[in-house]
Every structure is written in structure tokens, then in C-alpha cells.
């Protein structure tokens, strides 16, 4: 199992590793955990995500980023173990909404992630899980 070390001038939720199937997580109000699914974070919270799978993609499955006020930066996308483009219409979608998609592989997005947090830059993220 992979360990990051946390930036202590992140605020909010960070991811400290990973599981099997998941993530584990700190800095959200619910203390240190174990996330065995995908995950959606955003500066405030770490929630578990239905989104198992790339292809599965839509924008129906980003609510909790679309109601972010004042609406993030832009969009972390985690694909999984390697990178996988999204379908361009969630893309588009997304565009629609005025914000932006950074895609990556999960592990370089979770890492991302910490970083651009201990910025305080507000984001938002959706990882698949590995």
C-alpha cells in the first residue's frame, strides 16, 4: 500500500494512500479513514462515488462539483491505474459549466491534488479507485 506524506498547510480533505480498491483520507470532519470506492473531493469534503469505471462518465455523476459555490477552478479527473481519456461530451458538459477537466491517472491525481490544496487553490476532484 502506498503512503504520501500530507502537506501541513493542506486544509481539508487530503489523501494520505491507497487501498485495493480505494483511498485512505484525513483532514475532512470525519477523521482518518478508509474509502473502498471511487471518491469525489472538494475543499470542504472527501464523499464516496458511484463512478467505478471511465466509461461510466457523465455529468449526472458530478453534482456535488456543480453545486460548489463559488464554482472550482477546475476538475481533477483520476481515470484509474493508467490515463483514459472521458467522453468528450462530459467534457463539453463541463466546459458548459465554465469549468475546466485536468486528466490524469488516480495516483498522479490524488498527488495533485495535495498540492494544489496546500495552495489553497479551490478545486475539485473525482478519482476512480485503483
Known amino acids: 500500500m502506498a503512503?504520501?506524506?500530507?502537506?501541513?498547510?493542506?486544509?481539508?480533505?487530503?489523501?494520505?494512500?491507497?487501498t485495493a480498491r480505494g483511498f485512505k483520507l484525513d483532514g475532512d470532519n470525519l477523521g482518518p479513514r478508509r474509502v473502498e470506492s471511487s471518491l469525489v473531493?472538494?475543499?470542504?469534503s472527501a464523499m464516496p462515488w458511484?463512478?467505478?469505471?471511465?466509461?461510466?462518465?457523465?455529468?449526472?455523476?458530478?453534482?456535488?462539483?456543480?453545486?460548489?459555490?463559488?464554482?472550482?477552478?477546475?476538475?481533477l479527473l483520476g481515470t484509474g491505474p493508467g490515463l483514459a481519456h472521458p467522453p468528450r461530451s462530459f467534457i463539453q458538459?463541463?466546459?458548459?459549466?465554465?469549468?475546466g477537466v485536468e486528466v490524469m491517472d488516480s495516483r498522479a491525481a490524488a498527488r495533485a491534488w495535495g498540492?494544489?490544496?496546500?495552495?489553497?487553490?479551490?478545486?475539485?476532484?473525482?478519482?476512480?479507485g485503483l
Do not use: C, K, Y
Not at 463512478?51 to 477552478?73: H, N
Not at 458538459?93 to 469549468?99: P, S, V
Open 3 to 18: 503512503e504520501f506524506n500530507q502537506d501541513p498547510r493542506a486544509s481539508g480533505p487530503v489523501i494520505t494512500g491507497f
Open 41 to 44: 473531493l472538494t475543499p470542504v
Open 50 to 75: 458511484a463512478v467505478a469505471t471511465i466509461d461510466a462518465l457523465d455529468i449526472a455523476a458530478m453534482g456535488q462539483v456543480l453545486a460548489m459555490d463559488p464554482a472550482p477552478e477546475f476538475l
Open 93 to 99: 458538459a463541463m466546459e458548459a459549466h465554465n469549468i
Open 115 to 128: 498540492i494544489l490544496r496546500s495552495e489553497d487553490r479551490w478545486i475539485a476532484a473525482a478519482i476512480i
